[in-house]
């Protein structure tokens, strides 16, 4: 299994955002998908990452979150996979750094996403 492709475990079509979308959006899909990090995607490239944590962090009243943008707390300097790495890959990166999540990309362009196995 360490040998085969991302493409061959990875989330299809994961969920996203955009920089210009709003921490209560953010929220309103972490609780509906029941998932704790999402991809943000610009023009179809991806731009950064939002956790739970990220959310956590900024200690604001969920009544402030309509007016928080998600580019103002995305994470920018994300590690990434591409689509042909191995899955051994991404359990080193996962291990390495305790990340839960790693977008899977190819040429900049998000086209999954690989949890922690």
């Known amino acids: ?10 989330t299809v079509n994961p969920v ?5 979308n709003n921490l209560a959006e953010v929220q309103n899909i972490f609780l509906n998908n029941k998932i704790h990090h999402l991809p ?6 991806l731009v950064g ?3 739970t944590y990220d959310l956590w962090k900024q200690n604001k009243a969920f009544s402030d979150y309509p007016n928080i943008k998600v580019g103002e707390v995305m994470n920018t300097n994300i ?7 191995k899955v051994g890959t991404a359990a080193e990166l996962f291990l390495d750094n305790r990340f839960h999540a790693l977008p899977v990309i190819t040429n900049n362009k998000l086209v999954g996403n690989s949890n922690v196995i």
């Open 1 to 10: 299994m360490m040998n085969e492709k991302i493409s061959t475990i990875m």
């Open 16 to 20: 996203t955002l955009s920089s210009s």
């Open 40 to 45: 943000i995607v610009d023009d179809g490239k």
């Open 49 to 51: 990452l939002v956790t």
């Open 79 to 85: 590690a990434k996979v591409s689509a042909d790495d």
